[in-house]
């Protein structure tokens, strides 16, 4: 089963950067796409960033192109989101998400799409 384990959540300031990190426990994610998404209480869920299974596709909303680079290493079964340029609205819980894929060219920022979820990490910009 695959567990997804999400890390480098924090508080900073606008301007910032940080990284978050997702690892997985019990499955190799050579073959999942991976996607980070986040959300604000009291608001959906929204797709941030996806990454293929072999790396080659990446995706990015319009709202983080630009400041956000997602990345994997494979070696160390885990997905990178570096975060750049941070500002106030990037606020929220982030969570990285996988759904088994063979296609290299197979990315998604749709929710319905994932099948395995993290418990998130929380980001906070403010001064």
């Known amino acids: 089963q695959l567990e997804l384990v999400e890390s480098g959540g924090g508080l900073v300031q606008p301007g910032g950067s940080l990284r978050l990190s997702c690892a997985a426990f019990g499955l190799t994610l050579d073959y999942y796409a991976i996607g980070w998404f986040r959300q604000v209480p009291g608001k959906e869920r929204e797709g941030v960033s996806c990454i293929s299974s072999r790396g080659g596709t990446t995706a990015y909303a319009d709202s983080v192109k630009g400041r956000f680079t997602i990345s994997r290493d494979f070696a160390k079964n885990t997905v990178y989101l570096q975060m750049d340029s941070l500002k106030p609205g990037d606020t929220a819980n982030y969570y990285c998400?996988?759904?088994?894929?063979?296609?290299?060219?197979?990315?998604?920022?749709?929710?319905?799409?994932?099948?395995?979820w993290g418990q998130g990490t929380q980001v906070t910009v403010s001064s």
């Open positions: 998400a996988a759904v088994e894929s063979l296609y290299n060219d197979y990315v998604s920022l749709r929710e319905t799409d994932f099948r395995s």
